[in-house]
């Protein structure tokens, strides 16, 4: 059974960081995407950042600048480096892998977070002001 396992989330205070990570296997699709997704509460979740297997790498603009997505091949790792976090970055956050899915799609609006599979627990982030 494949599993998921965000963690790294915290709370922190505005404009301070956070690393997250997702313990995630080894896609054996041709064509494939890890994302970054978040849901606020009462909020839709909304995908913030996405990289594919031709390393193709997109963010919403919300996060632009601030926000970094990285993977560890070697070790089925994806990374997620926040910076000068808002309070508006309050939010649970997870990783999902989109199958058949690249970069721009996932974030161009194209697709939708029920197209992802194989979603974590989630790990709370919390800015304060």
């Known amino acids: 059974q494949v599993q998921v396992v965000e963690s790294g989330g915290g709370l922190v205070q505005a404009g301070g960081s956070l690393r997250l990570s997702c313990a995630a296997f080894k896609s054996t699709y041709s064509t494939y995407c890890m994302a970054w997704f978040r849901q606020a509460p009462g909020k839709r979740r909304e995908v913030v950042a996405a990289i594919d297997n031709f390393d193709d790498i997109r963010y919403a603009d919300s996060v632009k600048g601030r926000f970094t997505i990285s993977q560890d091949n070697a070790n089925n790792i994806l990374y997620l480096q926040m910076d000068s976090l808002k309070p508006e970055d309050s939010a649970m956050y997870y990783c999902?892998?989109?199958?058949?899915?690249?970069?721009?799609?996932?974030?161009?609006?194209?697709?939708?977070?029920?197209?992802?599979?194989?979603w974590g627990q989630g790990t709370q982030v919390t800015v304060s002001s």
């Open positions: 999902a892998e989109g199958v058949g899915l690249t970069a721009v799609m996932a974030l161009g609006g194209m697709v939708r977070p029920t197209d992802f599979h194989y």
